[in-house]
């Protein structure tokens, strides 16, 4: 079995504080949109980091994220070791989803889908973590990971040494090249994400290029 996560955990100090899965991207949000693809690929989705009170999002979410993902309802879990960003909420997710490999996303990507999701999950099989590399450097927020990376990660946490690319030192891991990315729409597209208020308004401006 495999599982799948997005990381709703961080701050987004550049973006005000605001929620980024709720922002709207080609007429859904992007929590929507993420739980539509993911909901092809496994029946076990959490949504990690998310205080309580925003738990009724993430389920009504369900309700415009079509058939298929009306049929999955997210987990929402918090961190178990507190203040570590997101290789805290890699942590977390791998010791409490129910697959053997997990894919994870960070919450501001519009546009995964599952085929690309279904590959880098199929990768697993031969490493402990499987994470694009561009010219820009890792992905390790677009990436799968399996329960082999728990241990070195808990050392890592225990030790506060906390940049997840990082990580990539202590597990097998297999990089996905951009030529990869290319059969899946491409890194454009793939890895879009949204940091910044002028961020968001040009991926709106894109958004008929890059689909």
């Given at each position: 079995?495999?599982?799948?996560?997005?990381?709703?955990?961080?701050?987004?100090?550049?973006?005000?504080?605001?929620?980024?899965?709720?922002?709207?991207?080609?007429?859904?949000?992007?929590?929507?949109?993420?739980?539509?693809?993911?909901?092809?690929?496994?029946?076990?989705?959490?949504?990690?980091?998310?205080?309580?009170?925003?738990?009724?999002?993430?389920?009504?979410?369900?309700?415009?994220?079509?058939?298929?993902?009306?049929?999955?309802?997210?987990?929402?879990?918090?961190?178990?070791?507190?203040?570590?960003?997101?290789?805290?909420?890699?942590?977390?997710?791998?010791?409490?989803?129910?697959?053997?490999?997990?894919?994870?996303?960070?919450?501001?990507m519009p546009y995964l889908n599952?085929?690309?999701?279904?590959?880098?999950?199929?990768?697993?099989?031969?490493?402990?973590?499987?994470?694009?590399?561009?010219?820009?450097?890792?992905?390790?927020?677009?990436?799968?990971?399996?329960?082999?990376?728990?241990?070195?990660?808990?050392?890592?946490?225990?030790?506060?040494?906390?940049?997840?690319?990082?990580?990539?030192?202590?597990?097998?891991?297999?990089?996905?090249?951009?030529?990869?990315?290319?059969?899946?729409?491409?890194?454009?597209?793939?890895?879009?994400?949204?940091?910044?208020?002028?961020?968001?308004?040009?991926?709106?401006?894109?958004?008929?290029?890059?689909?």
């Amino acid at each position: 079995m495999e599982s799948a996560a997005i990381l709703a955990g961080g701050r987004a100090t550049r973006f005000g504080g605001r929620d980024k899965g709720a922002l709207v991207v080609g007429g859904q949000t992007i929590l929507e949109r993420q739980i539509a693809e993911l909901s092809l690929v496994t029946n076990d989705i959490l949504i990690v980091g998310v205080h309580a009170s925003d738990r009724s999002h993430a389920v009504q979410a369900l309700a415009g994220a079509g058939p298929a993902a009306a049929r999955v309802v997210p987990r929402t879990i918090t961190d178990a070791v507190p203040g570590c960003g997101p290789l805290g909420g890699i942590h977390a997710v791998l010791t409490e989803a129910r697959g053997n490999a997990v894919f994870v996303a960070a919450c501001d990507m519009p546009y995964l889908n599952a085929a690309f999701i279904s590959y880098l999950l199929g990768l697993t099989r031969e490493a402990d973590a499987v994470v694009p590399r561009t010219q820009g450097g890792y992905h390790p927020l677009c990436a799968a990971y399996t329960r082999a990376c728990l241990e070195p990660i808990a050392r890592r946490l225990a030790g506060r040494q906390l940049k997840t690319i990082d990580l990539m030192m202590d597990v097998r891991t297999r990089i996905v090249t951009p030529e990869e990315l290319d059969r899946f729409g491409g890194e454009r597209k793939l890895l879009a994400n949204i940091n910044t208020p002028a961020e968001y308004a040009g991926l709106a401006a894109l958004h008929d290029h890059i689909m």
